[in-house]
């Protein structure tokens, strides 16, 4: 039981902070699309990279200074695309949201949980899993985001590759005006912002992990707790029924 005990209080307080660093990217996210930061990705050219690939909303006003990727004396050409906002930009926001969301009552309920521990690791089934529930529902809702995330972020990765799939990502329209200036850069470059978001979401192969140790150790040791407490409730019922049975001599 005390091992199962240190699984769950390990669990939660991993997911807590898992949780509190997901929200902060989340917001972090949010804030590249309202380009409040967008002068932290002008200091590489891969983060200048990763900011045309997913945060470049209408709300940021500038054009692409190529300077930023690395390239000088390029005048007079400018990323003309498919439309303002790019698919990958409103995916990202969108999933930036539900990370949000979800990494906040995954915060809440790991918190509840390793805060009522003696209820779940001792003999209260019935309060172990309503304190329980709401983590696993949180942390399923984050594992599934994690799935889709990661194989949206694989494509964009596999086709970062070549030029030709970097502009699709980009959703570019003057494709012969700018092949040969992204042809010049490095093709991590072209690459470093996908597998970055995608490296992000494959954190679901540790959580789903956890969450299979918690079930494994938290699930049978409230079981074979209550089987136990029960076992006493009949031994001390028998007990009573013994001892007021006995006839008293006088």
């Known amino acids: 039981m005390e091992f199962s005990r240190k699984v769950i209080i390990f669990t939660t307080i991993y997911s807590a902070i898992q949780a509190v660093i997901y929200i902060l990217l989340s917001i972090l996210s949010m804030l590249s699309y309202l380009c409040v930061i967008e002068s932290v990705y002008t200091l590489t050219p891969s983060l200048y990279m990763m900011h045309l690939y997913y945060f470049k909303s209408p709300l940021c006003k500038s054009d692409v200074n190529w300077e930023h990727l690395g390239l000088q004396n390029v005048s007079g050409v400018k990323m003309l695309r498919r439309s303002y906002e790019s698919s990958a930009v409103d995916r990202t926001l969108i999933i930036s949201l539900f990370y949000l969301l979800f990494n906040c009552a995954l915060l809440a309920s790991s918190v509840i949980m390793y805060w009522k521990i003696n209820l779940i690791s001792r003999n209260q089934l019935a309060a172990g899993i309503v304190l329980t529930s709401p983590f696993f529902i949180s942390s399923t809702l984050i594992y599934s985001l994690d799935i889709i995330s990661a194989a949206y972020y694989s494509i964009d990765y596999t086709r970062a590759y070549t030029v030709d799939g970097a502009m699709t990502v980009l959703e ?79």
Do not use: C
């Open 172 to 250: 570019v329209k003057n494709r012969h005006e700018i092949l040969p200036l992204l042809d010049q850069l490095d093709p991590r470059i072209l690459t470093f912002g996908p597998a970055l978001m995608m490296y992000t979401a494959l954190k679901f192969l540790i959580f789903f992990t956890l969450n299979t140790l918690v079930m494994v150790f938290a699930v049978p040791s409230m079981r074979d707790n209550l089987r136990a407490n029960r076992r006493r409730t009949m031994e001390t019922e028998r007990r009573l029924i013994w001892s007021t049975s006995v006839p008293v001599m006088t």
